[in-house]
């Protein structure tokens, strides 16, 4: 059973939006943040969002006011709701979670944003 399971990823028009979501399999571990990242062809694996074990979340500029970052501790899942697509947000996405004494990431889901 693999760690952390990402789905809703695709292909959107510009404008668009999607919604990610990742499931995590239950840790003894004590979480302490979930996030997404990106990573575009050529370049290398840069933040999108994050949120704390207590709710505060940070944004990279490029997707402050599009995206929207949210938590469900209970059920071990974070999710990332992309409105407003551009091409530039084409990228392969992946969850993480941020444990003491470890972190997982997702096995990653592509998004492609045509204009």
């Known amino acids: 059973q693999e760690p952390l399971v990402e789905s809703g990823g695709g292909l959107v028009q510009a404008g668009g939006s999607l919604r990610l979501s990742c499931v995590a399999s239950a840790s003894i571990f004590v979480l302490k943040a979930m996030g997404w990242y990106r990573q575009a062809p050529g370049k290398q694996r840069e933040l999108v969002a994050t949120i704390t074990r207590g709710g505060v979340t940070n944004y990279a500029d490029s997707v402050k006011g599009r995206f929207t970052i949210s938590g469900d501790n209970a059920k071990n899942t974070v999710y990332l709701q992309m409105n407003s697509l551009k091409p530039e947000d084409t990228a392969v996405y992946y969850c993480?979670?941020?444990?003491?004494?470890?972190?997982?990431w997702g096995q990653g889901t592509q998004v492609t944003v045509s204009s």
């Open positions: 993480n979670f941020d444990y003491v004494l470890r972190s997982l």
